[in-house]
């Protein structure tokens, strides 16, 4: 190729490359220009799908769109974890992430078909939950009875995802307690199963177990983490109950698949900050049970690194093994 031909390709190549860069600027300005879909990855009525769908509520009009809240459950949240890594990062994919999903997953199985925090974009912090024991009535009206018909009796738990089974599997170990674990699709089935005896107790979050607890058909006997429930703040924390050191909580946010633009997580970060910012956001949040904890794209990726760590650590602890 003479130097006049090898000009006119560079040339062509460097036209092409500006066109390109100026249509995905056009794209990013326009943004949205259809609706975002929102994927949760449990069941409706879990924790996480209250979460999505309120905070679809708040966020939609302030990004001038409609979110589109869609679950799918299953596999712990692998599946809808999958989907979103391999959709397209152009902000029309959002998911609720939760530690859970980004965090103890990771010490259950050896091989994630996605990397729980280089795969994604870490929008922001949405809400930290404490879990609640809640034990079939039969189990025991207080903690030292039910640690002892459980030391007894071999009792078997239901959990709905993986923080509830590393959560209980820290508490089973912690207390001397051997037991069966049963799996579930999300936390409202496990929660019903231990109102009907089939399993006798579980961990789970207070828009999970709550109804159930208010209605007295479970007992709720203690909450992790540091500060009481704040649907239940009659509820002692574990702490305050003689078991230091069992402060795990569930952490839920925001995320996007990596290589979503910058200016668009930017965008949304920043609606999520205008939203939960509003007095009546506030208020709706904390009567589901929930603290509001919004942060920065910085400091939720930074978070979402570390609760990996945690997560994991916690698991080996309790004597789960990745399979």
Request: aromatic share 6%.
């Amino acid at each position: 190729m003479n130097n006049r031909a090898s000009k006119g390709v560079r040339r062509v190549s460097g036209l092409f490359a500006g066109l390109m860069m100026a249509l995905a600027a056009n794209a990013i300005a326009a943004w949205p220009e259809r609706p975002i879909r929102l994927i949760v990855a449990f069941a409706p009525g879990s924790g996480t799908d209250w979460t999505g769908r309120a905070t679809a509520e708040e966020i939609g009009p302030l990004l001038g769109t409609t979110i589109v809240v869609e679950n799918k459950a299953g596999a712990e949240g692998r599946i809808a974890t999958e989907l979103v890594a391999r959709a397209a990062p152009d902000g029309y994919t959002l998911m609720i992430a939760s530690s859970a999903t980004h965090s103890a997953i990771a010490g259950m199985v050896k091989s994630l078909p996605y990397h729980p925090v280089k795969d994604f974009a870490h929008i922001s912090l949405l809400v930290t939950d404490p879990m609640l024991l809640v034990v079939h009535p039969s189990a025991g009206a207080t903690l030292p009875e039910f640690i002892a018909s459980a030391r007894a009796a071999s009792l078997p738990f239901g959990y709905g995802s993986a923080t509830s089974l590393v959560i209980a599997s820290t508490f089973n170990r912690m207390v001397g307690i051997s037991a069966l674990a049963v799996p579930y699709k999300s936390q409202p089935q496990s929660a019903l199963d231990v109102a009907g005896g089939q399993v006798r107790y579980m961990f789970g979050d207070a828009t999970a177990v709550g109804p159930l607890v208010r209605g007295k058909r479970v007992l709720a006997l203690g909450t992790t983490g540091e500060r009481r429930s704040v649907q239940f703040p009659d509820l002692p924390t574990f702490g305050e109950l003689g078991h230091r050191g069992f402060d795990l909580q569930v952490w839920v946010g925001l995320a996007a698949p990596a290589g979503t633009p910058p200016e668009i997580v930017a965008r949304i970060n920043a609606a999520v900050q205008r939203a939960m910012s509003r007095p009546e956001v506030i208020e709706k949040f904390r009567n589901a049970g929930k603290t509001l904890a919004p942060n920065s794209v910085a400091e939720q990726q930074a978070l979402a690194e570390r609760q990996l760590e945690v997560w994991v650590q916690r698991a080996a602890e309790a004597g789960l093994r990745p399979e």
